[in-house]
């Protein structure tokens, strides 16, 4: 919702682009089967059309809009979802937008309670968080997918009103405004949103619970020098009975959300003189006296649901249309850019012929299992932040009181900012014992961990699109049995790339090498002469031998790529 007297698309600070309607072959007569479609051109469906036009694979993107989102909507990036895009090549813009933060505040009443530290050091490339309107996110996406003219085919204005299965893949009914068409395809990938009408054509529910709470978000515009930091208020005079949430987004935008009393009508919650009323009351509590203009507004509620399978067939469903997620810990969005690049580069070995189908099997365990670990600390968090039941009420009640003189309750007012999932348990996460050997550094089924290599240059720009082999010595000449291995490896996978982290000067012939003078990339992986880690192409470690054994190693790769007998 915008202020009455501005029109829907009209902004304070973003200027709305119009996507003119493109006619389509398929409307002239013309059929063909796309590797690829899918439905929402909203972060997930972008970055996963992105993520797959790396590897050389089309697709069709349909979105039924003829423009972006409305509204800031998600504004928390993690610091792995910017990994994820500096990996597609399009994280400049947001690095230049977004404004990066470590720290957040809790208060209950008029008192600071707890100061949320987020890890972060000069090992790593990016802040553990971002703030960055919708938007913009969507903007900066779209311009992305522009300079991949040949391989993503956005199609505005075009929804999907029907689905039906066949023997070579989904087969959709599109209507645009010069008429209807068929459109086919291989497969087809769900990132059409909350309101997923893919979902709704094939019969599926979303299953799980409708948390208590209702939330009202407003964007308002002001010249306010609190630095970025989330800031939480338990209890304050602005809203006795409960939360509210306040961010600093680019462009002086200030997002700030409060719980509705339970008896609250929500109708008469967001109407807009109602919603002009609380950011008045809230801008006094902290203190502000000068001008502010209402931007946007919304209403959420906090809920855990999600689809019992992620893979129907030949569709993929991501992002919102596989799970609803509460907002606290800011998983929504950075769930769903984890869900694009998982499906996308699964999607594109399968389409380039480089895996076996057994590999789509380990989409539904790997995002499911995401979504499952999301529900179990966002719930928590959502259980102290919104209280289901008196008990839980008194529980919050008592922990805020101790947390004005006692430090053991203070954590619990921490939302719990996402962190990626850890896919130890996916049939894809082999030689999991070999961990065992290991006295520390990274598990198989965990994200990599960057490292700063020099200046401006990190472990993250040295690894390949495909799986790359990270080779670790003290010595000067990699030995010929790791240079075989390599050799073997890479007829696995046409994108492997081999990798030397080397103690001191190698000379491995044609392999790069990265060299560990200031020994971080050891030490972050515990690793000894012979190491090896075997690494996927979305950063996370596939297996890892503390010496390496190149059997092994080969039959980790035919493992994941479930090509077991080739």
Known sequence: MRPADRGELESLYFKYPKFRFKRPPELAGKSARHPVVVAGAGPVGMTAAIAMAVYGIPSVVLDKKDTLNDGSRAICISRHSFEILHKLGAVEPFVQKGLGWTH????????????????????????????????????????????????????????????????????????????????????????????SRIRELLGLRLQGENLPGHYVI?????????????????????????????????DNIWRVDWQLPEHRDFTEAVEEDEIRSRVRSILQMIGHTGAWELEWWSIYTANT???DEYRHGS????????????IFGVRGLNNGIADALNAAWKLAYILNGDAGPKLLESYTPERRGATLDVFRNAGKSSRFMTPPSRGYALMRKAALQLSLTQDFTRKLADPRQVVPYTYRDSPLSGYAVRDR?????????????????????????????????????????????????????????????????????????????IEDRRGSLFEGYAAIDGSFYLIRPDLYVAARWVSVA?????????????RNGR
């Open 104 to 195: 957040g505040r809790c208060y209950y009443r008029d008192a600071m309670i707890y100061r949320l530290e987020m890890p972060h050091s000069e090992e790593e490339r990016f802040f553990p968080m971002y703030n960055l309107q919708q938007q913009y996110i969507e903007q900066f996406l779209a311009d992305k997918i522009a300079e991949f003219p040949d391989l993503i085919d956005m199609r505005w204005q075009s929804e999907v009103t029907g689905l039906r299965s066949t023997t070579d893949g989904p087969e959709l009914t599109i209507k645009t405004p010069e008429g209807e068409y068929p459109l086919q395809s291989r497969y087809l990938l769900a990132a059409d949103g909350a309101k």
């Open 550 to 562: 190149s059997d092994e190693v080969e039959q980790a790769l035919r493992t994941v790529l479930g």
């Open 315 to 326: 569709v993929f469903f991501a992002g919102d249309a596989a799970h609803i997620v509460p």
């Open 218 to 250: 407003a964007d308002i515009q002001m010249e306010h020098d609190f630095p970025t930091e989330r800031r939480c208020f338990f209890e304050s005079a602005a809203n006795p009975e409960s939360t509210i949430l306040i961010h600093r987004q680019p």
């Open 305 to 307: 649901l999600c689809l």
């Open 437 to 513: 050997e290991f006295s520390g550094g990274v598990d198989a089924g965990d994200v990599s961990a960057n490292r700063k290599i020099g200046d401006g240059d990190y472990l993250f720009d040295h690894l390949g699109p495909g799986f790359t082999g990270l080779y670790f010595t003290r010595q000067k000449q990699v030995p010929d049995n790791v240079v075989a291995l390599f050799a073997r490896l890479a007829a696995l996978d046409r994108y492997f790339k081999p990798l030397v982290v080397a103690s001191k000067e190698s000379q491995p012939g044609d392999i790069e090498v």
